[in-house]
């Protein structure tokens, strides 16, 4: 993606193609894009229009790469997610993405509905993004969401979520992430209330 663009202006984009639940770029900790991001489109037919249109888009000079989010589970009745791009961009994974955007959570949804097993996840370093969190936890089992929570400035709080497919995921997580040093700050991981 061009560096100056943000979620609005590619959720603009992809109106073109459908209905547009949310759409994300994915920051850095100096808050400046990383050149991709993800959209999720209403139904898996406008994803496919999306991907039509828009793979190999020129777009303010960078050469988008359109196609469906990584993850297995990002297809339900809530849509279809997104992965993009710009042609020398290079990120180490893409999240998909849920909700529309959220000015109080920065996060993402990859399953809906309930059964959803939440970890509330104190004292995590401020540059950490739901992205990120995401990336951590996954290694404890299938991740359906996970926020960071932010205050009104847009700045991390400190704290956020992480929501498991199953119970053995989150229990998992617990048992693995609860005092793990991550940059430098040891992790509070427990049931959320």
Sequence with gaps: LPYR???????????????????????GPDNRSRG?????????????RAIDMLNGFCWQTRVLEVRPDRLGASVDEMGSSLAIRGANGHPSGFPSSGNPHDEITSGQDVVGGTGMKTLFVGNLPFHIQWQDLKDLFRAAGAVARADVTVGPDGRSRGFGTVSFVTEDGAERACRMFDGYEFNGRPLKVHYDK
């Design 5 to 27: 663009v943000r979620w609005q202006d590619l959720k603009d984009l992809f109106r073109r193609a459908g209905t547009v639940l949310r759409a994300d770029v994915s920051l």
């Design 36 to 48: 991709y991001g993800t959209v999720l489109l209403a139904t898996a037919e406008d994803a496919g």
